[in-house]
């Protein structure tokens, strides 16, 4: 079992950055790849970003690809999202979230654990 609770989220305006934490309790953190997910109102739930469980692999929506950054701390048992050039369009509840996948993330059905979401508001 992994529990995950997500953290950093806010109210900013539009071009600064955010950094997005989740903390996972559970001695097996370590070996599942962690995703983070938003979902804006009125839209589904879609993939922004990906790390596996070693951190060799990274995957990112086309959307943050260059903006956003996934990292993970397996010793301190967190995953962090690092986003930079912050728009409107990236307003949305973001989750954490954890799948026993090493590769092929972008698919929310391969996870089966998720945080209860930080909601991220971005003025222009």
């Known amino acids: 079992q992994v529990q995950l609770v997500e953290s950093g989220g806010g109210l900013v305006q539009a071009g600064v950055s955010l950094r997005l934490s989740c903390a996972a309790t559970?001695?097996?953190?370590?070996?599942?790849?962690v995703g983070w997910f938003r979902q804006a109102p009125g839209k589904e739930r879609e993939f922004v970003a990906a790390?596996?469980?070693?951190?060799?692999?990274?995957d990112y929506a086309d959307s943050v690809q260059g903006r956003f950054t996934i990292s993970r701390d397996n010793a301190k048992n967190t995953a962090d999202l690092q986003m930079n050039s912050l728009q409107p369009e990236d307003t949305a509840v973001y989750y954490c979230?954890?799948?026993?996948?090493?590769?092929?993330?972008?698919?929310?059905?391969?996870?089966?654990?998720w945080g209860q979401g930080t909601q991220v508001t971005v003025s222009s």
């Open positions: 979230a954890a799948t026993t996948r090493s590769l092929g993330f972008r698919n929310r059905a391969d996870y089966a654990y």
């Open positions: 559970g001695r097996t953190f370590s070996t599942y790849s």
């Open positions: 790390l596996s469980w070693r951190g060799r692999f990274t």
